[in-house]
């Protein structure tokens, strides 16, 4: 089952790691890296296990509801 998570990184991306998210939603919102996208566990699980070979600083990971318009920053 898929479901919309939202992770935040610590800082700014730089081109490398940002073309490692190509395929998700990425926003800046001041100092915090902010990544929507659907996914199952499994490719969850990916997508930390990427942030973390990048040398990320992972600030939160959570399951949020709603497409991204429904939500207000």
């Known amino acids: 089952m898929r479901a919309r998570y939202e992770i935040r990184i610590a800082g700014r991306l730089d081109e490398k790691a940002a073309a490692e998210?190509?395929?998700l939603e990425v926003a800046v919102r001041g100092s915090v890296t902010v990544i929507r996208g659907e996914f199952d566990q499994a490719s969850l699980h990916g997508l930390l296990?990427?942030?973390r070979f990048l040398g990320l600083d992972l600030l939160e990971?959570?399951?949020v509801r709603g497409s991204p318009a429904d939500r207000a920053d």
Do not use: H, K, L
Request: aromatic share 12%; glycine share 0%.
């Open 61 to 63: 990971a959570r399951r």
């Open 21 to 23: 998210f190509a395929d």
């Open 49 to 51: 296990e990427r942030i």
